[in-house]
């Protein structure tokens, strides 16, 4: 199958690469430099050139508190590159395989949030994504949008890498402790991505819609440093770091976050067989790598 990637040099992106490796699959991946979403036009020539059987959306703006002083750029992206994307693809009649986040829900809820539930962005960034999610729905009819939350890997500018990162020259690091989702490794997504595809030629009209997948168990951001610092030691001249326990109203940020992340993934499993990741498991994996974060 030719499937054309978009933000093919995000974190998802390199491991979906790699997933798709000697798979047979005729592969585009395409960077920020090869294919601008924003252009339509040259987004509708490439895939008219190209000639896709499928489309795997992972280009998103997601420097969520930039996101507060940049939405334009950030809608511009988010909504607008989603539509263009969407549109070119159903204008060769092919599939879209969309990427979203958990940060279209408000985090109000006292439980996980199902794909029924409705959303509620409360910042910029979430805003965005949901109407990214809004133009895929209404432009290509065959859509699958995936949610996850928290996504982590040993690339730059992500909560793991960050935390190593202040490691090195700090020996306290406060950490929220009253914000709780599914830290998602960004492998585990792109495995997730990939098997999607594999079955998606036999989709029926009731297999196309929106799903969740993130790492289970819940967790809050505290508690994921603490287990990434339980395993860090194991890294040669890793010095020990004290963590604090802080509230969410004592870490300023420009964009809010939702207090509530998680995402109930039930459907995706009863589905598709596919189960949530085990972010545990996913850690230990990075640590023994020799390229490990």
Same mark, same amino acid.
């Given at each position: 199958? %030719? !499937?054309? !990637?978009?933000?093919?040099?995000?974190?998802?992106? %390199?491991?979906?690469?790699?997933? *798709?490796?000697?798979?047979?699959?005729?592969?585009? +991946? &395409? @960077?920020?430099?090869? &294919? @601008? !979403?924003? @252009? *339509?036009?040259?987004?509708?020539?490439i895939f008219?050139?190209?000639?896709?059987? /499928?489309? !795997?959306? /992972? +280009?998103a703006y997601t420097a969520v508190d930039l996101a507060e002083e940049n939405s334009e750029h950030a809608f511009l992206v988010n909504q607008q590159g989603a539509e263009n994307i969407s549109k070119a693809a159903a204008s060769i009649d092919i599939p879209i395989i969309h990427l979203s986040t958990d940060y279209v829900f408000s985090g109000t809820k006292s439980a996980p949030y199902t794909e029924d539930d409705v959303p509620d962005p409360?910042?910029?960034?979430?805003?965005? %994504? /949901?109407?990214?999610? /809004?133009?895929v729905k209404k432009s290509n009819p065959r859509h699958l949008i995936l949610r996850t939350a928290w996504v982590f890997s040993n690339e730059p500018k992500n909560f793991l890498t960050t935390m190593l990162r202040l490691a090195e020259t700090q020996k306290t690091i406060s950490v929220v402790d009253d914000q709780t989702g599914g830290p998602t490794y960004a492998n585990d997504i792109a495995r997730t991505l990939a098997i999607l595809a594999n079955q998606i030629q036999g989709f029926t009209a009731s297999d196309w819609g929106t799903y969740h997948y993130a790492g289970m168990p819940y967790t809050t951001w505290f508690e994921f440093a603490q287990a990434i610092f339980q395993l860090a030691p194991q890294r040669d001249g890793f010095e020990p770091t004290q963590l604090i326990r802080i509230k969410s109203s004592q870490y300023?940020?420009?964009?809010?976050?939702?207090?509530?992340s998680q995402l109930n993934t039930q459907k995706i499993t009863d589905r598709f067989a596919i189960p949530p990741a085990n972010w545990h498991l996913a850690l230990k994996e990075l640590f023994t790598k020799p390229d490990a974060a």
């Open positions: 199958m %030719k !499937i054309l !990637i978009t933000g093919a040099s995000g974190q998802i992106g %390199k491991h979906l690469i790699s997933q *798709f490796a000697n798979t047979g699959h005729n592969i585009l +991946a &395409l @960077d920020r430099q090869q &294919l @601008d !979403i924003t @252009d *339509f036009n040259k987004t509708v020539h008219n050139t190209y000639q896709p059987e /499928l489309t !795997i959306n /992972l +280009a409360i910042n910029t960034y979430g805003k965005s %994504k /949901l109407a990214g999610e /809004l133009a300023k940020t420009l964009a809010k976050r939702p207090r509530n």
